[in-house]
């Protein structure tokens, strides 16, 4: 049995002049996320419709629900546009739904149908009410919705709209790379940045053999949680081991945290721009660690000539472990595997670093040099539904 989806795009009806070019790519995003199903999207340029069979139903459903860029979704009765065949639906579906009061809300698409909203409306309500003895009209603050939209040859039946994700579609704003640790803020952090259209890449710092292959995995399998909103991600592993032996080693051990983060801004940058990644994105909350304080973020981004983005910067933790337990990471970041900046960590790190001082203190390591060994060193982990787990690993 055909079924059909109704999607309003919320947000986007604010960027007037883009619109076009977002409802393409949200049109686009939802092809490739139903590629295996068999379906016809059909867009206008206020809504969009999905046509179905029933049986994909589940597929469908859960694509649209996991899609940026949908302000809401309906399950939508299609008839043709005569009187008595649109009453006896709106009946039929009434019948079989739980509710008390009700509200109908027609809207004429097609001016050439000669009943105006409002006497339509008063139609529609009063041969429901003739007919299902026990239902009211409450036209403030109905239970049920009843929407019909009249076009020339098909009017569309549906109830109360379902909430869709809201933001961006993925891809309209070009692409960011998020600094992805096994943690429970930079998933989020990455969502947040999907959320804004932003299509992600993602660079993973590892100090194998201080950290273990469990850590890495763990980040593939963020990264996997997270192919549920895009496409798919490219996670660039880059070992840092040499020259995080080498900060331990000759730096101040107060300053070990700020000069290792100092580090992986500037890789991350190198690896941006070869990349094309406008900007970089991260999950620093101002104030969570020494190292995410006003003073040290200062120090620290200072080295980087690109924008940083920190999606999370002013949520408490409690709001982000909420969020990522709505996506579903929060499990997998809670995995107690060590992370590169969780090895080699002072008593006391510095809480209010000075630029000029960690200048001062990157004196006496030929960072450049470690930097560009490193940079070769890197590999990509091309992370997309095709694959397996196992084969990424
Ligand atoms: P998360 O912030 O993801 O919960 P965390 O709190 O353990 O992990 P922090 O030490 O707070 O990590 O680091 C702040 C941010 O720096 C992280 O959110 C992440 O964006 C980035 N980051 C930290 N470690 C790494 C790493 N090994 N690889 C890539 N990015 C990292
Ligand atoms: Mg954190």
Do not use: W
């Amino acid at each position: 049995m055909e079924k059909i989806i109704l999607i309003k795009y919320g947000e986007l009806t604010t960027k007037k002049d883009n619109r076009k070019e977002f409802i393409n790519r949200l049109a686009k995003n939802l092809e490739y996320k139903l590629k295996d199903v068999q379906c016809k999207i059909i867009k206008d340029f206020s809504r969009m419709y999905i046509y179905f069979d029933s049986y994909d139903e589940d597929k469908v459903c859960d694509v649209v629900k996991n899609t940026f860029g949908i302000f809401s979704y309906n399950f939508v009765d299609k008839v043709q546009t005569n009187i008595e065949d649109i009453k006896n639906k709106v009946l039929d579906i009434l019948s079989r739904t739980d509710f008390k009061t009700f509200k109908v809300v027609s809207k004429r698409r097609d001016k050439s149908f000669l009943i105006s909203s409002m006497d339509f409306n008063n139609l529609v309500g009063g041969f429901v009410l003739k007919n299902l003895k026990d239902k009211k009209v409450d036209v403030h603050n109905p239970n049920i919705y009843v929407n019909i939209e009249i076009n020339k040859e098909d009017t569309y039946i549906y109830l109360n709209d379902l909430a869709g994700l809201k933001g961006y579609p993925v891809g309209i704003e070009g692409k960011g790379l998020v600094m992805l640790s096994g943690g429970i803020d930079s998933p989020v952090a990455s969502f947040l940045a999907l959320k804004r259209g932003i299509k992600i890449e993602a660079i993973y710092f590892e100090a194998i053999p201080h950290t273990s292959l469990n850590a890495r995995e763990k980040v593939i399998s963020l990264a996997k949680k997270l192919l549920k909103y895009t496409d798919n991600i490219k996670l660039y592993v880059v070992p840092i081991t040499s020259l995080q032996e080498e900060i331990y080693k000759k730096c101040d051990s107060n300053y070990i945290i700020t000069i290792l983060r100092r580090m992986m801004y500037r890789i991350a940058s190198l690896v941006a721009k070869e990349n094309d990644d406008l900007i970089l994105i991260n999950g620093e909350s101002i104030g969570q660690v020494a190292s995410q304080t006003l003073n040290s973020i200062v120090a620290i981004e200072s080295v980087c000539n690109m924008p940083v983005i920190r999606p999370v910067c002013c949520m408490d933790k409690l709001e982000i472990i909420d969020l990522a337990k709505k996506i579903d990471t929060y499990d997998i970041s809670i995995l107690p595997y060590e992370d590169c900046c969780t090895v080699f960590v002072p008593k006391h790190p510095v809480i209010n670093p000075k630029e000029d001082r960690c200048i001062k203190i990157e004196e006496r390591i030929d960072y450049n040099k470690f930097i560009e060994d490193i940079m070769k060193e890197i590999f990509v982990i091309d992370i997309n539904d095709k694959k397996d787990f196992d084969d990424l690993l």
